[in-house]
């Protein structure tokens, strides 16, 4: 599977748009973008997935550049339960999802 | 639906005893996987099973570790002897299967083993 590089930590305030973004510049055609967040001293969570085209759901939206070798997780209006850990991985037919490190988001008040 | 339970969820043990873990999946999910976090190594995979057969048990640390699968709702990992190196964050979680891979964690058991 590809890797994926994140910014270690992020700043965002309450009420405001959340950009988060990932760098997979050796992703294959078959590899799917996957992001989970954590909340401290919880499991980690599901966001959103995709594979080329823009995607979006209840929590936030994918955005995956035309050349697929980066992709941003938009959280649109982000709340103080949105600081977490975001991970950004890059899953193939491999059924493993490798976890690194993240970015870890913190929403201020 | 409860999500993924696991217990206990907190554990605190002596170095040389044996130490289980239990999960109870999603209900008609078909694949659980098991993960181990630290802060040293972060979030990683140990095993997973796809309908109670276990797939690919190639994360384990070594023969201390073993886990298994009776049944579709119910999976454990044991350790024995369990050594402070051990210490960690247990994760459980299911999918509806390995294709859907969409994993649903529980909320974890914190080992301490002193």
């Known amino acids: 599977d590809a890797k994926t590089t994140q910014p270690t930590s992020m700043d965002c305030a309450e009420g405001r748009a959340a950009n988060l973004p990932c760098n997979h510049s050796?992703?294959?055609?078959?590899?799917?973008v996957y992001w989970y967040r954590q909340i401290h001293s919880q499991g980690p969570q599901y966001i959103i997935h995709?594979?080329?085209n823009n995607e979006t759901n209840e929590m936030a939206s994918l955005i995956i550049t035309e050349d697929r070798k980066s992709s941003t997780l938009i959280l649109p209006h982000a709340t103080l339960r949105d600081t977490a850990v975001y991970y950004c991985?890059?899953?193939?037919?491999?059924?493993?999802?490798?976890f690194g490190k993240g970015t870890l988001l913190t929403v201020n008040p | 639906d409860a999500g993924v339970i696991q217990s206990p969820r907190h554990e605190v043990t002596e170095m040389g005893q044996e130490v289980t873990l239990r999960c109870k999946p999603i209900?008609?999910?078909?694949?659980l996987f098991w993960y181990r976090q630290t802060m040293m190594r972060g979030l990683e995979l140990l095993i997973y099973?796809?309908?109670?057969?276990?797939?690919?048990d190639s994360g384990m640390p070594e023969d201390r570790f073993s886990a298994k699968m009776p049944n579709a709702s119910f999976s454990t990992l044991k350790i024995q002897p369990s050594e402070p190196r051990d210490s960690a964050v247990y994760f459980c979680?299911?999918?509806?299967?390995?294709?859907?891979?969409?994993?649903?964690f529980g909320a974890g058991t914190r080992l301490s083993v002193l």
């Open positions: 099973f796809n309908n109670n057969v276990p797939i690919d």
């Open positions: 209900s008609g999910h078909n694949s």
């Open positions: 979680a299911s999918s509806l299967s390995l294709a859907k891979n969409i994993q649903y």
């Open positions: 050796t992703i294959s055609g078959n590899e799917y």
């Open positions: 991985i890059v899953k193939g037919s491999n059924y493993k999802l490798t």
């Open positions: 995709g594979l080329k």
